[in-house]
């Protein structure tokens, strides 16, 4: 079992830059497929950004590609999202999970049913 702290969510400009961490206690990250999901009020869970145990792979939806990189400091047992170019499109409570299960396609990655350990989030506001 693992469980997820996220924080460095708030109020930032169109533009602008957050880093969202999610600290994990219990066991190693490198345990487990990390990823980050948001949810928009009156919208589905979606996904964000995923980075494999190894850390050698990681993958993004298509709207943040450039914009977003998720990272991992094994040390300090936490995972990272650095969101740059901010826009308001981007407003949602962001979700870190975490899945000990195998994934065999790229789009196991995608799908938050696979991830069976999720943090209570941390909100991101993007004003225009």
């Known amino acids: 079992q693992v469980h997820l702290v996220e924080s460095g969510g708030g109020l930032v400009q169109a533009g602008g830059s957050l880093r969202l961490s999610c600290a994990a206690s219990g066991s190693p990250v490198t345990d487990f497929v990390m990823g980050w999901f948001r949810q928009a009020p009156g919208k589905e869970r979606e996904f964000v950004a995923a980075?494999?145990?190894?850390?050698?792979?990681?993958y993004y939806r298509d709207s943040v590609k450039g914009r977003f990189t998720v990272s991992r400091d094994n040390a300090k047992n936490t995972v990272y999202l650095q969101m740059n170019s901010l826009r308001p499109e981007d407003t949602a409570v962001y979700l870190c999970?975490?899945?000990?299960?195998?994934?065999?396609?790229?789009?196991?990655?995608?799908?938050?049913?696979?991830?069976?350990?999720r943090g209570q989030g941390t909100q991101v506001t993007v004003s225009s």
């Open positions: 980075i494999t145990r190894s850390g050698s792979r990681t």
């Open positions: 999970a975490a899945s000990g299960g195998q994934f065999e396609e790229t789009k196991h990655y995608y799908s938050p049913n696979r991830y069976a350990y």
